[in-house]
């Protein structure tokens, strides 16, 4: 492989027109549209729909059976966990259909956020840096950074480094995780990282 090349397994299809960034790999059956970019760097697993129009970022990985319809936006290092579910349209109507772009809404999930197997996410949302969605959580209000959700609706339960790490703000408002980035919390939706 081209050090400059992606690679897609033979029964992968990749519509003229997609923007693939070097170091990415396409697995068994998955699909990228006309218009899709993808970064560099990145894994779209098994059976994965990238929708005309989406703009995923460096890094990124998409694992089985997760569709990436046209209104997402991954930015770098997101983690997508195995069918995971995100949507496009509020209030879809099969008699009365909404499948153009003007009827899309934006979801953005921002750099190193991770969303958990099976999870939902419900278009127009917005995943801040590190948000971290737990395996089953249905998705229906903007997560802050470094906020950890889960449930049905999801709620926070907690707070999360960017490399992973627990973040325990019980006795004091900064906390260094274990590879020496240390983060504040400045009220319960507002966590920063400071280095």
């Known amino acids: 492989m081209s050090e400059n090349a992606y690679t897609a397994h033979p029964t992968a299809t990749i519509d003229d027109g997609a923007q693939i960034g070097a170091r990415t790999r396409i697995w068994h059956y998955s699909h990228v549209s006309p218009g ?4 560099e760097g990145c894994s779209l697993g098994q059976n994965v729909f990238v929708a005309p129009g989406v703009t995923i970022g460096n890094g990124v990985k998409i694992q089985n059976n997760v569709s990436i319809y046209e209104g997402v936006i991954l930015d770098d290092y997101v983690f997508c966990g195995p069918s995971m579910v995100f949507t496009n349209v509020r209030t879809p109507r099969s008699e009365f259909p909404r499948n153009t772009s003007a009827d899309y809404t934006v979801t953005h999930v921002k750099r190193g956020a ?27 209000r903007d997560v802050p950074a470094y906020t950890i959700v889960a449930g049905v609706p999801a709620r926070p339960i907690g707070y999360m480094s960017a490399s992973g790490d627990r973040l ?28």
Do not use: P
């Not at 919390?185 to 920063?192: A, F, G, N």
């Open 36 to 39: 899709a970019q993808i970064g």
């Open 114 to 140: 991770s969303i958990g197997a099976n999870a939902t996410v419900v278009t127009g949302i917005t995943l801040h840096e590190g948000a971290f969605v737990a395996a089953g959580a249905v998705v229906t």
């Open 168 to 195: 325990d703000f019980t006795d004091t408002d900064t906390v260094t995780d274990s590879t020496g980035h240390t983060y504040q919390k400045l009220s319960d939706t507002d966590i920063r990282r400071l280095s």
